[in-house]
């Protein structure tokens, strides 16, 4: 068995997830860094963390890494599951299958990598596991309906499952970060096939979403950097009884509170606006 603690870090090669990597192994954490991107993992393991190829949509890859991890180290001590993508359009325009693959992946995967590292936990009477929401599971917003749809189900997830493991002292943590700035997040975010503008009734919608969008994520007022965001997850996993979610990012606090205040109609009134034409 291994000296160092063990952290496993889904999403890894990019934004939060490599930030969260870096600030774990500088707190003598072995990191194993998950991720697709061979490029990225090759400078990860540079930086000497124990980065893998692995899609975590594939249950059979991802119990092998873990049963990997667990025969030598014994458990996993901390999983952050960081893993996920976005999905924005209409909702009346989402494909199905659009949608069915962003579940599987923002929603689906961190619950099959939770079953995959809670035995070992259970069995040691410890461990972590963070899971990277948004204040998307807070409130919904128009022209991001499914992605709502995911981080409201992770919400779910987290708080049911955080409820049902801590008799056995395994402590289960939702992040919620407002937009991070400065990541590929919006460029990867997935949408509608487009149409003919001509043939397309939410054409000025969806520009007008679009523009709005590309502009928040480069304010900062609104926005928090990857390594904040990575800063928070560190502070749940050294917390020796973290709270069950943390909103990260004053903007996202405020809106938070604002939904509370707000009645639906208000809500969608104000959201709105610039994006009718």
């Known amino acids: ?64 890494l873990v ?14 599951n960081n893993a996920g993508y976005g999905l924005s359009g209409p909702l009346e325009q989402v494909a199905l299958a659009d949608l069915r693959s962003l579940l599987e992946t923002n929603v689906v995967a961190v619950l099959r ?4 590292v809670l035995p070992a936990m259970r069995c040691r009477g410890s461990g972590t596991i ?3 929401g948004s204040t998307a599971g807070r409130f919904t917003t128009p022209g991001a309906g499914a992605y709502h749809i995911s981080k409201y189900g992770l919400s779910a997830l987290s708080l049911g499952l955080a409820a049902e493991v801590r008799q056995w002292g395994v402590r289960v943590v939702l992040i919620e970060p407002t937009g991070v700035r400065a990541t590929n997040f919006i460029a990867n975010r997935v949408g ?61 606090k405020a809106s938070v509170a604002a939904r509370r205040l707000l009645t639906d109609r208000m809500w969608d009134r104000i959201l709105m606006t610039g994006l009718k034409p």
Do not use: W
């Open 192 to 252: 509608p096939a487009r149409r003919d503008p001509g043939d397309d009734p939410y054409a000025e919608f969806k520009r007008r979403y679009d523009r709005i969008s590309a502009g928040m994520a480069k304010m900062p007022v609104v926005t928090v950097t990857a390594d904040t965001v990575a800063a928070a997850v560190v502070r749940a996993v050294e917390n020796r009884d973290p709270k069950p979610r943390y909103v990260v990012g004053l903007s996202g």
């Open 130 to 132: 963070v899971n990277l």
């Open 1 to 64: 068995m291994g000296d160092k603690p063990v952290a496993l870090v889904t999403g890894a090669t990019s934004g939060i997830g490599q930030a969260t990597c870096h600030r774990l192994r500088d707190r003598g954490y072995r990191v194993f860094a998950v991720g697709r991107n061979p490029d990225a993992l090759e400078l990860l393991r540079s930086r000497g963390l124990d980065a893998r190829a692995v899609d975590v949509t594939e249950e059979a890859a991802v119990t092998m």
């Open 67 to 80: 049963r990997e991890i667990e025969a030598e180290h014994g458990a996993v001590d901390v999983l952050v």
């Open 113 to 116: 990598l939770c079953q995959a």
